[in-house]
C-alpha cells in the first residue's frame, strides 16, 4: 500500500528540575452533561486560573502581535507543543460537541492494543448502530481488512464504519467508551464525556479545546498516530483516499498549510465544523484548536486556523503563556518523591504560585510540566517536558501532492 505523507517526530526528552512540588489541582466546578449557549461564567481551571475565565485570554505587550480580528469560533486555543504554554485562548475549557476530532482519543486509547498487519473479516453485527449520515470510508459485511487499512479509514476518511470495525475488536463500543473515558481522566481531560467513539453527535456527548488540544499531543507521541494523522492519500482496497483534513490535502479555497503535519477534524450538525492541527515552522511546533466557526463559509474551520497558525508563529517567544498543558497524572511525582525533591534543594518552601492540575515550580513554563515519554511508556520525572524534536522533509515534499 503507497501513502503519502508528512511525519512529526515526537521524542522524550527531560528537562530536570528536581526542586518541583505537586499541588493540589484546584477546584473546578462540576461538569455538566449538556453544553450551554454562552459559556459558563466559571469553567475548569485545569491548567490555570485564566483558562476557565469565558472570552479571549492573551497578554499583549509591546511587540506582541494582535490577534486576528476575524475569528469566530466559540472557543479556540493555540498552544506550544514543545513547552506546553498555551499562547492564546477563547473560552478554552467550554464544553462543546467534538464531533469527529474525538476520534483521536479514541486513536490514542486503541492504537497500541493491535499490530498493524492483524486482519479482521467484517460481521454485521460491526457495524450495527452507527448514527444516521455518518461518515464512512466504505466497509463491506464479509470483507477482510488489515488493522493498518482500519486506521487509514478512521484518519484519511473519518470513517464511523472504521470505528465501530476497531470497536468491535476491543470487546465493543460500550468497552470501548469506558476505555476512551478512563484515558481522558488520565490525561486530566475533565471536559470530556465520552458517549460514543466515534464523535457522533449523541446527547451529553462533549469535550472542550483545551481537552482536544490535550488528545493530539498524546497521540503525538505515538509514531504510529503521527504517520496517520499525516497521511495525504493512500490505497484503500480498489481505490483511492484522500485525508479530508483540508490544511494537510488542500482544497480549491485553501492551501496546504506550510509546516502542516496532522492532525484530526470534524463535523456534525451539533458540533459545526471542529479541528486540532499541529505544525512546525522556524523551529516553532503550534498545536492549534477550533470549535465551531459562527462564521459559516466553505472551509472556515481551516482558514480560523490558518490564522491563528500565523499569529501563533509570530508571537511565539514574545507573548506571556496564559496557561499550559498539563501532564497525565500518571506522570506527576508522588507526593513522596517531590518532598524530597523540594527537601534536597532545599526549595520545599517555595511560593510559587501553581497552576490548576499541573507540577509547576515557575509560572505557566514547560520545565514546570512533569511528562516524559520514552520507549513508549510515561516516566514519572519531577520537572520533565513533552520535547518536540522536528525532522521534516525536503521542501518539495512539503508541497500538496497524491500517490498512487
Aim: hydrophobic residues 40%; glycine residues 10%; charged residues 20%.
Amino acid at each position: 500500500m503507497n501513502t503519502g505523507g508528512r511525519s512529526l517526530l515526537i521524542t522524550s526528552a527531560t528537562l530536570l528540575s528536581l526542586s518541583v512540588t505537586a499541588p493540589a489541582a484546584l477546584a473546578a466546578p462540576a461538569p455538566s452533561t449538556s453544553p450551554t449557549a454562552t459559556p459558563p461564567a466559571r469553567m475548569s481551571a485545569v491548567g490555570g486560573e485564566r483558562l476557565g475565565l469565558p472570552g479571549t485570554q492573551v497578554d499583549l505587550a509591546p511587540g506582541v502581535p494582535v490577534l486576528p480580528k476575524d475569528i469566530t469560533a466559540r472557543s479556540w486555543i493555540v498552544t506550544d507543543a514543545e513547552s506546553g504554554e498555551v499562547l492564546a485562548a477563547h473560552n478554552a475549557h467550554w464544553r462543546l460537541p467534538p464531533a469527529s476530532t474525538l476520534k483521536m482519543l479514541f486513536a490514542d486509547t486503541l492504537l497500541p492494543r493491535f499490530p498493524k498487519q492483524e486482519k479482521h473479516k467484517v460481521v454485521p453485527s460491526d457495524l450495527a448502530g452507527m448514527g444516521a449520515g455518518s461518515s464512512v470510508v466504505g466497509i463491506k459485511e464479509g470483507h477482510t481488512y488489515t488493522v493498518h487499512d482500519l486506521w487509514l479509514g478512521v484518519f484519511l476518511r473519518s470513517g464511523n464504519d472504521a470505528v465501530h470495525t476497531l470497536a468491535a475488536m476491543n470487546h465493543g463500543v460500550a468497552q470501548t467508551v469506558r476505555d476512551m473515558q478512563d484515558h481522558a481522566d488520565e490525561l486530566q481531560a475533565r471536559d470530556t464525556h465520552v458517549v460514543s467513539p466515534d464523535g457522533y453527535d449523541e446527547p451529553g456527548q462533549l469535550s472542550s479545546a483545551y481537552d482536544l488540544t490535550l488528545f493530539a499531543r498524546s497521540g503525538l507521541q505515538k509514531k504510529d498516530f503521527r504517520d496517520y494523522c499525516s497521511t495525504v492519500s493512500a490505497t484503500f482496497e480498489s481505490g483511492e483516499i484522500r485525508n479530508t483534513n483540508r490544511l494537510l490535502s488542500g482544497d480549491t479555497d485553501v492551501p496546504v498549510y506550510q509546516g502542516i503535519a496532522g492532525v484530526k477534524n470534524g463535523n456534525t450538525t451539533n458540533a459545526g465544523a471542529t479541528f486540532t492541527g499541529v505544525a512546525e515552522r522556524n523551529g516553532k511546533v503550534l498545536l492549534v484548536t477550533v470549535m465551531n466557526p459562527e462564521k459559516h463559509e466553505h472551509n472556515e474551520v481551516y482558514k480560523e486556523t490558518a490564522k491563528l497558525f500565523d499569529w501563533g508563529f509570530q508571537a511565539a517567544g514574545k507573548v506571556s503563556p496564559v496557561g499550559e498543558l498539563v501532564p497525565p497524572k500518571s506522570a506527576l511525582p508522588s507526593p513522596g518523591a517531590s518532598a524530597a525533591a523540594g527537601r534536597s534543594s532545599g526549595t520545599a518552601g517555595s511560593s510559587a504560585k501553581p497552576v490548576a492540575g499541573a507540577t509547576t515550580g515557575s509560572g505557566y513554563g514547560g520545565a514546570g510540566t512533569a511528562a516524559a515519554i520514552a520507549g513508549g511508556a510515561l516516566v514519572l520525572l519531577a520537572g520533565a517536558a513533552f520535547l518536540v524534536n522536528r525532522r521534516w522533509p525536503l521542501p518539495d515534499l512539503m508541497r500538496r501532492r497524491s500517490r498512487p
